[in-house]
C-alpha cells in the first residue's frame, strides 16, 4: 500500500504558481498495477519522483508498506564523480543487498566493459542509460515506478530488457507513466487521472482512458 494523506505540491515561478496536487487524499492498493494519466503538465513524472522519495511534497505525507523502486532506468541519481562500480556498490548497500551479486549482475547485464570503472561523468548517454536500467532489474521490488519506457542500445540489448522487466513483473506490479495508451492497457489494471491537482481513480483502466481522451479534445 502506497498512501498520500493531505498531500500537497507546487511549484512557483515570479509570476505564477503551479499546483500540481491540492491536498490529496488517495491510496495505490498493491494488489494493482496503476497508469498515471493526465495532460501535459499535470504533474505526472513529479508524482512518481513523489512516490520514489527523489521529490518531497511541500506539505502532507507519503507512507508505503511496500518495497517501491526508482523511476525505472532513472540516471540522475548516480554520482557523476564516482564510477559506474563505486555507484553500483553504493546503491547496493543502501538496499541491503548483496553488494557482489549486484555488481556482477550490472556489469553483465549493460555491458559497458571497462568503462565500469571509469567515472560516469564520461558516459555517453546511452552507457549511463544502460548501467541505470541494469541496476533497475538487479534489485528486486514489490512495484516499480516507470516514467515513460524507453529503448535503450541496439535490438538486441533491447530485447533483453524486455525479457528482465518481464520476469520482474511475474512479482511485481507497476506505476507507470505513458502517453503509449497501449503501453498502459499492457501493464496496468487501474488508471488515476491527474486532473486541477486532484488524483482521480478508475478501477477500470479502459475507463482511465476514456476519460484521459476527453480531456485532450
Known sequence: MIRFKNVSKHFKTQKHKKIILDRVNFEFDGNYSYGVLGVNGAGKSTTLRMIAGTMLPNSGTITKNIRVSWPLGFAAGFNPLLT???????VARAYGEDVVRVL?????FAEIGDYIN????TYSSGMTARLAFGLSMAIEFECYLVDEITAV??????????????NRRKTANVIMVSHSMKTIKDFCDRGVLLVDGRMMLYEDVEQ??????????
Not at 542500445?153 to 518481464?166: H, I, N, P, T, W
Open 84 to 90: 559506474g562500480k563505486e555507484n553500483i556498490q553504493f
Open 104 to 108: 556482477h549482475f550490472v556489469e553483465e
Open 208 to 217: 482511465a482512458i476514456a476519460a484521459y481522451y476527453r480531456l485532450n479534445r
Open 118 to 121: 571509469a567515472p560516469v561523468k
Open 153 to 166: 542500445g541496439d535490438a538486441r540489448f533491447q530485447k533483453r530488457c524486455k525479457v528482465a522487466f518481464a
